[in-house]
């Protein structure tokens, strides 16, 4: 009698009252803030479980387009991260988690290692928190990032690192489907995407950067990716790709 009787009262209010398993809940406790948090409700809504890949990490915090799912969700996957800063950071912050499997290294087309740019932090403490995700196998494009805050050459700094390829990356994972591919790789992430053998793993959800990249080649792919049934959306620098149920 007074659930009926609350239940009559929130309605007369506007208020409706849901049970945890309605499949709505999960809109109440993680609501969308972008595009990306929209396609994970669409694709999964109970958001719980998943099981990704994460290439560019960063700290695991820091704009972090998948953070706020990591723990509260139970979700399980690989997180790559080169750079020695941002590794340390990202072990502080995950390296406790039994879920997630953290790799100081980068994909590329082939394994061996490679020089990475990025901008001295060390030397130039005073750098926006934007220019705190810059690393680059393109020593150009961090340049022109050093230029556009008043810097010089003299500003970057370079650090090898170790390099695997996808098919190292995907034993790795396991046979269970990826249920999201994230990159952030600042103008690389094309060609990594083209390299990771989407006809064959099929990754439900590609989240990708697409800022560092020439229109011609992001329109070219996105052609790719509708060839391949994906469905496509856009979000300020980024691009969201999912296969709808």
Same mark, same amino acid.
């Given at each position: 009698? +007074?659930?009926?009787?609350?239940?009559?009262?929130?309605?007369? =209010?506007?208020?409706?009252?849901?049970?945890?398993?309605?499949?709505?809940?999960?809109?109440?406790? &993680?609501?969308?803030?972008?595009?990306?948090? $929209?396609?994970?409700?669409?694709? &999964?809504?109970? +958001? !719980?479980?998943?099981? *990704?890949? $994460?290439?560019? %990490?960063?700290?695991?915090?820091?704009?972090?387009?998948?953070? #706020?799912?990591?723990?509260?969700?139970?979700?399980?996957?690989?997180? *790559?991260?080169?750079?020695?800063?941002? *590794?340390?950071?990202?072990?502080? &912050?995950?390296? %406790?988690?039994?879920? +997630?499997?953290?790799? $100081? $290294?980068?994909?590329? =087309?082939?394994a061996g290692s490679r020089p990475l740019y990025d901008l001295d932090r060390a030397a130039h403490p005073e750098l926006p928190d934007w220019a705190h995700g810059l690393a680059s196998f393109s020593r150009d494009?961090?340049? !022109?990032?050093?230029?556009?805050?008043?810097?010089?050459?003299?500003?970057?700094?370079?650090?090898?690192?170790?390099?695997?390829?996808?098919?190292?990356v995907w034993r790795d994972f396991g046979p269970q489907r990826c249920d999201l591919l994230v990159l952030d790789t600042e103008g690389y992430d094309l060609t990594l995407l083209r390299a990771a053998n989407l006809?064959? #793993?099929?990754?439900? /959800? /590609?989240?990708?950067?697409? %800022?560092? =990249?020439?229109?011609?080649?992001? +329109?070219? *792919?996105?052609?790719?990716?509708?060839?391949?049934?994906?469905?496509? %959306?856009?979000?300020?620098?980024?691009? =969201?790709?999912?296969?709808?149920?």
């Open positions: 009698m +007074l659930r009926a009787s609350i239940r009559r009262f929130a309605r007369l =209010t506007g208020l409706t009252i849901i049970s945890r398993r309605h499949v709505a809940a999960p809109y109440l406790e &993680h609501p969308p803030r972008n595009v990306l948090d $929209q396609v994970l409700l669409r694709c &999964h809504p109970a +958001l !719980q479980g998943l099981h *990704f890949i $994460q290439v560019g %990490a960063n700290d695991g915090k820091r704009t972090d387009p998948i953070a #706020r799912y990591l723990g509260p969700c139970a979700w399980s996957g690989l997180m *790559f991260e080169p750079l020695a800063v941002n *590794f340390d950071a990202l072990r502080r &912050h995950h390296g %406790a988690n039994p879920r +997630l499997r953290l790799r $100081q $290294q980068a994909i590329d =087309t082939v494009r961090v340049l !022109q990032a050093a230029r556009e805050l008043g810097l010089d050459e003299r500003a970057l700094m370079s650090e090898t690192i170790t390099t695997v390829s996808w098919d190292e006809a064959e #793993r099929r990754p439900r /959800i /590609i989240h990708f950067e697409h %800022a560092c =990249t020439p229109p011609a080649d992001r +329109l070219a *792919f996105y052609g790719e990716l509708l060839a391949l049934g994906y469905e496509i %959306a856009t979000d300020g620098s980024d691009t =969201t790709a999912w296969i709808a149920a």
